[in-house]
């Protein structure tokens, strides 16, 4: 009997632990989907654009994006985007086709990373109103001290 409680009750804490998890999960979208999320509940949207090579982007999805804290806070207040700056997929978004622009041998940027910055800088931060007119951007690694300050501006 002993050990079928146990079995029962680590099976329910497991099972809580899962239910935590996922509703403090920032839900994240794609630009393909974007149009369709807008149209059902307007919210801001938050753009985190990267790239494989830098290393404060991959620090900001080990530390800021991970946080529970953030991602509830994310989940409340807006949509949010993670974007490949180098991605060579197509994307429709907008009625507009935004694609894969090689630059170099090597290198490239996809358009629609180029028409929501300013600066070829990574990590950065865009912030789009739900008209999608862009609001904020910042160019620099955040932390999530600074990303929950960043949120409740919003």
Known sequence: MRGISTVHFRLISLIFLCLGWVSAQAQEVTFANLEAKMEEKAKPVVVFLHTNWCNYCALMEKKTWSNTTVQEALGDKAYFISFDAEAQEKIHFKNRE????KKGLQAGVHELAEALTTQNAYPALVFLNE???IIYQHYAYVGPKEMLQLLEAL
């Open 98 to 101: 935004f694609v894969y622009k």
């Open 131 to 133: 008209n999608y007119e």
